[in-house]
């Protein structure tokens, strides 16, 4: 089995893990493109950190990570910090989804592009994870 990058790989999820639990978000400002009436403006990057998430509880685990629930206990962190409504926490969940069975649904074994994978939607999600607490953290 392939193994991503040894324990810096672990270093890096565990380094995002600590960002998303210490930080609350708050909203400010006008409704992103897109978003629901009544969403946060920072709607649109909070689904996309949701399906990064749920394809990282998907992959890493699939190449080697002993992290069978830290991106599903992540996801479970922002929507207790979130508090959304039942149909923005519906689609919430939907993204996480989206994004454990985009990858379930092609990948049985670890492989280079399941690590490539892997090593960019961790940086994707550290870098939404600047931009939305920068901006619309306290």
């Known amino acids: 089995m392939i193994t991503s990058k040894g324990n810096s790989g672990r270093m890096a999820a565990i380094a995002l893990a600590l960002v998303l639990a210490a930080t ?8 992103a493109v897109g978003a629901g009436a009544g969403d946060p403006p920072y709607e649109q ?9 749920g394809a990282l509880h998907y992959l890493r685990p699939l190449c080697g990570a002993e992290e069978p629930s830290v991106w599903r206990d992540q996801m479970d962190q922002i929507l207790a910090a979130e508090d959304p409504t039942p149909d923005r926490r519906a689609r919430i969940v939907s993204q996480f989804n989206h994004g454990f069975s985009s990858f379930a649904t092609v990948y049985r074994t670890c492989t280079p592009a399941a690590l490539t ?3 960019r939607y961790m940086a994707e999600g550290k870098k939404l994870t600047r931009d939305i607490t920068a901006r619309y953290g306290r």
Request: proline residues 5%; negative net charge.
């Open 24 to 31: 609350p978000i708050v909203a400010r400002g006008q409704d």
């Open 45 to 53: 990057q909070l689904q996309r950190l949701a399906e990064i998430l």
């Open 117 to 119: 994978a892997i090593d």
